[in-house]
């Protein structure tokens, strides 16, 4: 019987390693940085950097898991560190009794522009100074095309709750 699903090709398996690799490598240095110039881990880091960008510094807790790409119960732990070191607050949606809203603080905003210096200085260094010309519209044309065909079926996060109580 032979498998109905080819494997990769040598390009595409050299490819997913280095991809692989390259996003491990950074990561690791990047959350080095954040451990060391601010007591947080990325995925905190992540949320308080979208809540700086975000209108008026607030989002709903799901839209923070799907933009970072995490787990309810992951964001909803990670965000009950952040909040009782004040970085951030919690307050219920005044449109939907079931969205939870997670609104920065000045001592949130101010952690973000102590550590992104160096994040930034890492980034460049890490990932950009590498590159040959050319060599970043190429990746950013070619990930975001990844990207998009990835976000084209919603992360975990956005998906319907199964019921608990489905009779099977």
Known sequence: MSDP?????ADQLGAYFALMEVSSLLQYAVDEHLRTAGDLSYVQFQILARLTDAPAGKARMTDLADGIVYSRS???YQVGLLAKRGLITRSPSPDDERSVIVSVTDAGRRLVAQVLPGHVEDVRRLLFEPMADGDLAALSAVLGRVRDHMRATPPRSAKPRASRNRAE
């Open 74 to 76: 992951g964001l909803t």
């Open 5 to 9: 699903t080819p494997g990769l090709s």
